[in-house]
Each structure stands twice: as C-alpha cells, then as structure tokens.
C-alpha cells in the first residue's frame, strides 16, 4: 500500500467521485480508477460503492479513510519534523489535554520558550484523556496533560503543581446554588452526570461511600461542556473537575465543590522513547527547567 495511492483514495472520498478528484489531483481519470482497482484487489475488499452520481464507502472503506488519514497526518508530520533539522528551530508542537485547569499553566509555558524559539507554532487538541492517551501513542500528539493516575511502562511525565477539585454544577436557581460547598447526602436521589471514563467514575464511587445508585445516572459525558447542556436544561446535576467552568457564563450554570474535597493531581506526559522533532525536545526541555509550574518527575 503506497502513501501516493492513500491520498488517491481520500481525494476520491473528499470529493465523492473519481472524476472530480482526477483533476484535483492532476491526474487522468482512467489512471486514477485503475489505481483504485489495485488497491481492493490487494487488500482483498470492497471499498466504494459506485453509484449513478456519486461515490460512497463500504464500511471496510470508512475503516480505511480512518486509518490513511492518521497515517498522512503522521507521514506530513514526520516530514516536516525532518526538514526541522536543517533549519533555525521551527515547526508545530502537538498539545492534546481535556478541559482541566492545569491547562491555564500553558500560557507562561509557551511565552517562555516563544521568547528562545518564536518560529515554533502549536496545535491544541482538546479531548478525554483516552483519546489523548491514543493520538500519543500513534505519534501524533507530543505532549499530553493528563489527570492522574498514568501508565508509567508507557509515558514518561511531570508532575504538575497545579490541581484539579471536582465540583457539583448545577443552574444559579438551583437550591444547591445557595450553599457554599455540596456533599453525598445534598445529592442522595438526584440524577447526576458522571464522566465517562470508568477509573474516574469508580473514584467518585468511592467518595460517595456506596450510597450512589446506577438509577441516579441517566448520563455520562466525556466533557464537562456537552454535560453543562444537560444541565442547563434540568436534565441532571454534573460532577466535573473544576477545568474551564470559571470562564463559563454564571447567570446559565454555577458550581460548587464537593465536601470532603475531592482533588486530582495533573501530568504533563509523552510517549516513552518516542523520536521527537528539535522544537518538541526543546519544549520539553524547557518544561523541566519550569520549576514555578511543575512538582516532580516520577
């Protein structure tokens, strides 16, 4: 399977035809549909279904489209970090993280090290720590920030001095808004969105000591931002780490921490003997000199 034929082959998905993607691609288009033809005799599927007007997917097709998209986006990757190295440090640094506090110790992070390597641009993915975790380990991400705990055989990591409380959000007429702090028994009997990941669930199991009942959780959400929706419409009440809510308008949803508090230590992590490009090396080099933002390297 050749990377010229993969970009073929989502040209023809992008523009729904083989007609259309030819002249996009400047090539013939008995060319390109022979070049179609090897390429579901040598993996042995079927990947179009060619219609009068337009061309779509077999399901082997969409798995195909999923996989030579990350591999190009890695080939482009790779090659772009190889021309890095002849040149005055430059290039894209990949950040994934969810929506965490900790996010806030970027900025001080990334002006520093602007003011060494002002070339070097950045692109911030923002996702659940398993689709984080994944995008790392494929080699598309450099750099994670992850809430504990990490898998140590697969990521090196620092810890952050920065942490996450977990907070009840709930809308500002809701009684809860009129305490100062929300404990187990404020929410015995009411619907509450719980984060979709099960190690961090079963964490919240335990803080409220078993009195917790599957009947009580109508929703999981990956994101506290889709759970606020839910919330908003009185759909439920969302426990969520503290994150991003303090730049979220009050008069739609409010918080309001959990007591006993309930705190989560933050990594900054990458993928364990994984070749970056000079500008992520640099980066991470420079994190480790940041002793203001970070605690300690396990």
Not at 146 to 165: G, H, N, S
Not at 265 to 286: T, Y
Request: charged letters at 25%; glycine letters at 4%.
């Amino acid at each position: 399977m050749e990377i010229r034929v993969l970009r073929y082959f989502l040209a023809v998905v992008q523009e729904e035809g083989i007609n259309k993607a030819a002249e996009v691609l400047h090539v013939t288009q008995p060319t390109l549909s022979r070049q179609l033809s090897q390429l579901e005799e040598e993996l042995g599927v079927k990947l179009f279904n060619r219609g009068a007007r337009k061309i779509t997917l077999t399901n082997e097709g969409i798995l195909l489209r999923r996989r030579a998209e990350e591999i190009l986006s890695l080939v482009d990757k790779t090659e772009q970090e190889l021309v890095e190295q002849e040149k005055e440090v430059e290039g894209r640094i990949n950040i994934g993280s969810g929506e965490l506090a900790a996010v806030q110790l970027l900025p001080e992070l990334i002006s520093s090290f602007r003011e060494k390597y002002p070339l070097v641009t950045y692109d911030l993915l923002t996702a659940n720590a398993d689709v984080v975790k994944e995008q790392m380990e494929k080699g598309l991400i450099d750099i994670g920030i992850l809430m504990e705990p990490i898998d140590k055989d697969k990521f090196d990591f620092i810890r952050l001095k920065q942490k996450e409380r977990w907070v009840v959000v709930m809308r500002p007429d809701d009684p809860l808004a009129e305490k100062e702090f929300v404990t187990a028994a404020d929410l015995k009997g009411l619907p509450l969105i719980l984060p979709r990941r099960m190690n961090v669930r079963n964490e919240l199991m335990s803080w409220f000591g078993g009195s917790l009942q599957d009947s009580q959780i109508p929703f999981t959400s990956n994101l506290s931002t889709n759970a606020a929706i839910m919330v908003q419409a009185k759909l439920g009440y969302s426990i969520s780490v503290e994150g991003s809510l303090a730049f979220w308008d009050k008069a739609q949803v409010v918080y309001r921490p959990l007591s006993p508090e309930l705190t989560a230590s933050c990594v900054l992590a990458w993928k364990k003997q994984q070749p970056f490009s000079i500008a992520a090396s640099k980066f991470l080099e420079h994190v480790k000199c940041s002793t203001s933002i970070t605690e300690y390297k396990d």
